[in-house]
């Protein structure tokens, strides 16, 4: 599991250090959100532990590119999903506001 710990900034305040740990070997990484680099830490964490468990290599490298592997196919899968639900919200949407147009024309007509 990734562990952080804060740093007082150096230079800019806004970019504060942060101690985290991936797959055992620690990093310190910048940024305005620590606890967003951390969560971020852990989640790649997660997977490189996930992937060790499901292979027989024990080389770090290959283990990191594998990892990344799957979270770019996470990340495609979820922004195609978003990209095709998208079309469809908006389909819904126009939908739904006709069908509104339509109760308020009848209501306008009835009263």
């Known amino acids: 599991m990734a562990t952080a710990t804060k740093h007082q900034p150096v230079h800019d305040p806004a970019n504060t250090s942060v101690r ?12 305005s959100d620590p606890d967003y680099i951390l969560k971020l830490a852990e989640y790649v964490d997660g997977k490189m532990r996930a992937v060790a468990e499901q292979t027989a290599t024990v080389d770090s490298v290959r283990l990191a ?5 799957n ?26 506001s006709s069908a509104l147009d339509e109760v308020l024309q009848d209501h ?3 009263g």
């Open 65 to 69: 590119v594998l990892a990344a592997l």
């Open 20 to 31: 985290v740990e991936i797959f055992d070997q620690a990093y310190n990484l910048r940024g």
């Open 71 to 96: 979270i770019a196919d996470e990340y495609h899968l979820l922004k195609r999903k978003q990209e095709n639900g998208g079309s469809d919200y908006h389909d819904r949407a126009q939908q739904l």
């Open 108 to 110: 306008r007509r009835a």
